[in-house]
């Protein structure tokens, strides 16, 4: 993991995470809370069903690689031919052009995720944020205090 310089809209110098070559997604919250097991599913759905999505089924089986290994990460992309011109999971691009889209629940857990204890019953969720906003795709953004 490393950290990478940039400057807001009124030029303030601010702190860019990376993993693995790519920036550390924006903590989001899920329009309400949703259990670990669940959360699991989708990603699992999501991965199945790709092929519906369009482009190269190499290109995402290396985004599935690339996600669920963060040391593996940079030479997965880089041998795969993947672009990431803006260093986020946001703008992804083969070498064709075609663009792949992430939804935020494949590459970062939403802060309100509940853990699943025995039993089938859901623990407590994460500490909701003071004010979250949409983000155009039915998931919501933390806002910072």
């Keep these: 993991m490393g950290l990478c310089g940039s400057s807001d809209k009124k030029g303030k110098e601010k702190e ?3 993993e693995g070559g790519v920036q550390t997604p924006a903590p989001w919250q899920h329009p309400t809370p949703l259990p670990r097991s669940q959360l699991n599913k989708m990603r699992r759905e999501f991965w199945e069903t ?23 990460r940079a030479i997965i992309l880089e041998s795969s031919g993947i672009i990431m011109p803006s260093k986020n999971w946001r703008e992804i691009y083969d070498s064709t052009g075609y663009r792949y889209e992430l939804p935020p629940y494949i590459v970062s857990d939403p802060t309100n995720v509940v853990e699943d204890i025995e039993g089938g019953q859901q623990g407590q969720a994460a ?6 906003r949409s983000d155009g795709d039915g998931f919501y953004v933390q806002q910072p205090n």
Excluded: H
Excluded at 50 to 62: K, L
Excluded at 127 to 132: E, G, V
């Design 127 to 132: 500490a909701q944020p003071n004010s979250a």
């Design 50 to 72: 790709q092929p519906a999505y369009g482009g190269s089924a190499e290109i995402w089986t290396n985004l599935q690689a690339a996600v669920e290994q963060p040391d593996m």
């Design 16 to 18: 860019v995470r990376l």
